[in-house]
């Protein structure tokens, strides 16, 4: 059995007051885009039941093809590669939706 310690001597302490230091970060916009998308993968993948993959809608699409500074863009050229046949889509009324993994496989098989 240890012997108990004595009492420490008490201290003095000064009261710190926090400072009124802020630090100001500037974050260009595409660069939060890319933390946007991904944040939202890591939800998605998260969320998703296994083996299950949700669908996307054409902006999300644009995004991930790195459109995300130039939308408008991004949004032409997805509604090329689907009016063209190359990008596997559903509609839900007049919405486009997409699956990641059929996108992902037309990037990876380098058609243009």
Same mark, same amino acid.
């Given at each position: 059995?240890?012997? $108990?310690?004595? $009492?420490?001597? $008490?201290?003095?302490? @000064?009261?710190?007051? $926090?400072?009124? &230091? =802020?630090?100001?970060?500037? %974050?260009?916009?595409? &660069?939060? *885009? /890319? %933390?946007?998308?991904?944040?939202? *993968?890591?939800?998605?993948? !998260? /969320?998703?039941?296994?083996?299950? *993959?949700?669908? %996307?809608?054409? #902006?999300?699409?644009?995004?991930?093809? =790195?459109?995300?500074?130039?939308?408008?863009? =991004? !949004?032409?050229?997805?509604?090329?590669?689907?009016?063209?046949?190359?990008?596997?889509?559903? @509609?839900?009324?007049?919405?486009?939706?997409?699956?990641?993994? #059929?996108?992902?496989?037309? &990037?990876?098989?380098?058609?243009?």
């Amino acid at each position: 059995m240890t012997p $108990p310690r004595p $009492p420490r001597s $008490p201290r003095s302490f @000064e009261a710190v007051e $926090p400072s009124n &230091v =802020g630090v100001e970060l500037a %974050i260009p916009p595409a &660069v939060f *885009e /890319l %933390i946007a998308v991904r944040v939202a *993968e890591l939800l998605a993948d !998260r /969320l998703a039941p296994a083996g299950l *993959e949700g669908w %996307i809608g054409v #902006d999300a699409v644009a995004t991930h093809l =790195g459109y995300g500074d130039d939308l408008d863009r =991004g !949004r032409r050229r997805v509604w090329d590669l689907k009016s063209r046949g190359l990008l596997p889509f559903r @509609e839900d009324g007049r919405r486009l939706l997409f699956r990641l993994t #059929d996108v992902d496989a037309y &990037v990876e098989g380098g058609r243009r």
